[in-house]
C-alpha cells in the first residue's frame, strides 16, 4: 500500500524516489508496481492510478 500511495502523490516520483523514501530498491518497487498492475487488472502507471483512486485504495 506504501507503494501504491507513492505512487499516486502529487509530487510524481520516480521508482528511485518511491525506493529511497521507503528504503527499498528500485527493483523491489518494479516488482511491487508489476504486482499491482497484475492485480488491478492495468498495464500502465496512469491506469494503476486512476484504479486506486476509482476503488477508494488512496485518497
Do not use: P
Amino acid at each position: 500500500m506504501e507503494v501504491l500511495q507513492l505512487t499516486c502523490d502529487a509530487e510524481e516520483l520516480s521508482y528511485r524516489g518511491i525506493g529511497d523514501k521507503l528504503g527499498i530498491s528500485t527493483r523491489t518497487v518494479q516488482s511491487h508496481i508489476r504486482n499491482l498492475n497484475e492485480k488491478l487488472g492495468v498495464s500502465t502507471r496512469t491506469g494503476l492510478v486512476l484504479s486506486a483512486f476509482r476503488w477508494g485504495l488512496v485518497v
